[in-house]
């Protein structure tokens, strides 16, 4: 989009002066965008010559689609934008400046979730949780207040109306040294139940106490121009499931509801609803299951089907393969035992593995006794990795580990991660200790692999559960509802889960699929009654 296509709501925000402001619009209408035309327009300011635009989200994915749209818009000044989540951010303080000042050890490292939910939490890394605390310490010391004051100029916080207390802490800290850009839809709150942690409606609806000025955009989707899809998720948001907005959606197949499929005929409903979608022009899909369970199932049946997909929100997976290798590869040298090597392992495979902790992982990490198949890939294993004979070889044995031991989860993980860990020890070859320094790089990329997102081409086909919706786009969504899934206590009229099926509706560009059980939840059975 050129500055020139900006609408006269859009242009005022860019153009505004104000020194903190709210940016309220729906879904698709533009406001990421419009963000990134006034970090420009603040960056261009001759006063804030070498300083920096932050952008600050929640999802990795985010980050992508974030970076990716500023290559039109902040082309001049690209390299001054920096785009983050929260926890990223938070933790780039704590090992920037930390140390220095006595809050953490001189080398910080992060105990991964899947890490605590097999193991416990552990004393000798950081949680999650405690990121955002520090981060807190670090912006309130005298020390810093200089160093941001001429670092940002600007401050953006996309999917303002999700912020907890501790993230609006962050921003108010920043907000004393740089502009602050809110960007926020009520209808997209979709965390209500972190409300324990600060999340509600009162954070954006009472959002023009703590701004200068408050400016809604068009309502108008630059995701779907037609505004049919919109349309129709806002409908159904409001629980109006006789629009005229929905009867149209049917009409112009922007909407198709299949119901009565059993669980034994899952998959060929997918594969069809696929297949149709692609035969109406749709090239990316968002496959949307509502459990962590329940996508972990799906996955492992498309897997079974030969679908190429790429299940979203497993970061834990590629940082807890690279650390596995290392540990493969460590052992080899006996820096290391195998019982450690085998805890890696179940760290990976409950990475790669939604909902409940798998019980094999729970069997690897306590030492108990594996089925004899696999126990006998295991010594093979063990046996390959002692008679490497140098650290490339042993690299080579362990970026195929997993593959060789035969478990049906995990392969794509430990697949991306292979190439990136053998390309730090071919790089390492030659050193006095190589093994130190594909240590140290490793823990650089697991760090990045747990904070930063890859950035690589996704498959075309995006499996993920509803709440993972926030920052993602597909020609076609697909939404499997089943007739066991748990939608809370909520009765009629559904206040937050319609909520968060119109975010997941609104992901659509084109069209939208629903598939059905034959006995719905009273939240999508009007919908299911359209079939």
């Not at 985010?62 to 749209?69: C, T």
């Not at 004899?372 to 002692?386: G, I, N, W």
């Not at 490793?442 to 997102?453: D, H, K, N, Y």
């Amino acid at each position: 989009m050129r500055r020139s296509d900006l609408t006269a709501r859009q242009r005022e925000v860019v153009d505004s002066e104000q020194r903190s402001l709210l940016v309220t619009g729906g879904a698709g209408s533009g406001k990421t965008t419009v963000a990134l035309w006034a970090a420009r327009a603040e960056l261009e300011r001759p006063s804030n010559f070498g300083r920096r635009a932050l952008f600050l989200t929640f999802s990795r994915t985010a980050v992508d689609q974030i970076a990716e749209r500023s290559q039109s818009a902040v082309t001049p000044v690209r390299d001054r934008i920096e785009i983050a989540t929260f926890h990223s951010f938070a933790f780039r303080l704590i090992r920037q400046f930390g140390p220095a000042l006595g809050l953490v050890d001189d080398d910080p490292r992060v105990q991964s979730a899947a890490q605590a939910k097999l193991l416990g939490r552990s004393s000798a890394r950081l949680a999650y949780d405690d990121l955002a605390p520090l981060a807190l310490k670090i912006l309130d010391h005298p020390r810093m207040q200089t160093l941001v004051s001429r670092r940002w100029c600007m401050v953006i916080c996309d999917e303002f109306q999700d912020t907890g207390d501790q993230q609006w802490q962050i921003l108010e800290r920043l907000k004393r040294y740089a502009r602050l850009l809110l960007l926020g839809d009520e209808n997209q709150l979709i965390y209500g139940f972190l409300a324990h942690s600060g999340v509600g409606l009162d954070r954006i609806r009472n959002a023009d106490r703590e701004v200068d000025e408050v400016i809604e955009l068009e309502s108008v989707s630059h995701r779907d121009p037609s505004g049919s899809v919109p349309a129709l998720a806002t409908a159904v948001r409001q629980r109006q499931f006789g629009a005229p907005s929905v009867l149209q959606a049917l009409r112009e197949e922007r909407l198709h509801v299949r119901r009565g499929v059993r669980d034994e005929d899952l998959m060929t409903a997918v594969r069809e609803g696929l297949d149709a979608a692609w035969s109406r022009g749709s090239r990316t899909f968002g496959l949307f299951a509502h459990t962590n369970q329940g996508v972990a199932d799906l996955s492992a049946r498309l897997t079974d089907e030969r679908i190429d997909h790429h299940l979203v929100g497993l970061p834990d997976a590629e940082a807890a393969a690279l650390e596995a290798m290392l540990g493969i590869t460590g052992f080899s040298f006996d820096q290391g035992d195998w019982v450690g090597v085998q805890t890696m392992l179940a760290t990976y495979l409950t990475a790669c593995t939604r909902g409940k902790t798998p019980p094999l992982a729970r069997t690897l990490a306590s030492g108990g006794v594996l089925p004899p198949v696999l126990a006998r890939r295991f010594e093979a294993l063990q046996e390959s990795a002692k008679l490497a004979v140098s650290v490339a070889d042993a690299a080579a044995v362990a970026a195929t580990a997993w593959d060789g031991l035969g478990i049906s989860v995990g392969q794509a993980p430990w697949a991306r991660a292979s190439p990136s860990f053998l390309s730090i020890v071919r790089r390492a070859a030659g050193g006095d200790d190589p093994l130190a320094v594909v240590s140290k790089a490793v823990e650089e990329l697991r760090t990045r692999a747990l904070f930063e997102s890859g950035r690589r081409r996704p498959s075309s086909v995006q499996l993920m559960n509803l709440h993972q919706t926030k920052g993602r786009e597909a020609d076609a969504v697909l939404v499997l509802c089943r007739d066991d899934d748990f939608h809370g206590y909520e009765d009629e009229p559904f206040v937050e889960a319609s909520r968060l099926l119109y975010v997941v509706l609104t992901r659509a560009r084109r069209e939208v699929t629903m598939i059905f059980g034959n006995d719905p939840h009273p939240l999508v059975a009007p919908l299911a009654e359209l079939a």
